[in-house]
T-cell receptor, first 115, second 114 residues
Framework: GENVEQHPSTLSVQEGDSAVIKCTYSDSASNYFPWYKQELGKGPQLIIDIRSNVGEKKDQRIAVTLNKTAKHFSLHITETQPEDSAVYFCAASSPGFQGAQKLVFGQGTRLTINP | EAQVTQNPRYLITVTGKKLTVTCSQNMNHEYMSWYRQDPGLGLRQIYYSMNVEVTDKGDVPEGYKVSRKEKRNFPLILESPSPNQTSLYFC?????????????FGPGTRLTVL
């Protein structure tokens, strides 16, 4: 089955700097890659997603890149702000996973923005 | 306000005492799912439902039951909880297939089984 590895597990950056979180996946048939942000005491919330027919997607300070050949995708946050401090999860989905009813999540990255 | 609600938010119980965690969504979503979150393991799917009376196992279904008698509700049942079910639980809903569409998560239920 699919396996998603996420790195690093913790990341600390200075406010205003950029942060990058990387994920690799094992199933070449995977074609949907969302990123979720979990703030303290809350449930995860989708912040951006990318499908396999696109190599990059950007939304203001957040961007996601996908390299299908290498089977990895990354989240880039520029000009980081204190409110970016949270746990971030990557995930992958394949049509073969129970009729696309399942996301396989990475282990999570705790991002801390230092003022 | 569109939301997924869970109750209770915190629960401490003892081994073997049956419990139910409720989940309700007001977005008329067909798809609902339960996850558990453990340190270093991310989110793992327990069960999911594609519609009323249609449920299926996720990755870690052992020790759990679910039911979907109404579209808005998807309770998680632990008939004989054990300490290894101590975890943070999330309910989620989606308008389309869970693996292809945005999932809306509830606030979580922190369960401790002594």
């Amino acid at each position: 089955g699919e396996n998603v590895e996420q790195h690093p597990s913790t990341l600390s950056v200075q406010e205003g700097d950029s942060a990058v979180i990387k994920c690799t996946y094992s199933d070449s048939a995977s074609n949907y890659f969302p990123w979720y942000k979990q703030e303290l005491g809350k449930g995860p919330q989708l912040i951006i997603d990318i499908r396999s027919n696109v190599g990059e997607k950007k939304d203001q300070r957040i961007a996601v890149t996908l390299n299908k050949t290498a089977k990895h995708f990354s989240l880039h946050i520029t000009e980081t702000q204190p409110e970016d401090s949270a746990v971030y999860f990557c995930a992958a989905s394949s049509p073969g996973f129970q009729g696309a009813q399942k996301l396989v999540f990475g282990q999570g990255t705790r991002l801390t923005i230092n003022p | 306000e569109a939301q997924v609600t869970q109750n209770p938010r915190y629960l401490i119980t003892v081994t073997g005492k049956k419990l139910t965690v409720t989940c309700s969504q007001n977005m008329n979503h067909e798809y609902m799912s339960w996850y558990r979150q453990d340190p270093g393991l991310g989110l793992r799917q327990i069960y999911y439902s594609m519609n009323v009376e249609v449920t299926d196992k996720g990755d870690v279904p052992e020790g759990y039951k679910v039911s979907r008698k109404e579209k808005r509700n998807f309770p998680l049942i632990l008939e004989s909880p054990s300490p290894n079910q101590t975890s943070l639980y999330f309910c989620a809903s989606s308008w389309g297939r869970m693996g292809y569409n945005e999932q809306f998560f509830g606030p979580g239920t922190r369960l401790t089984v002594l």
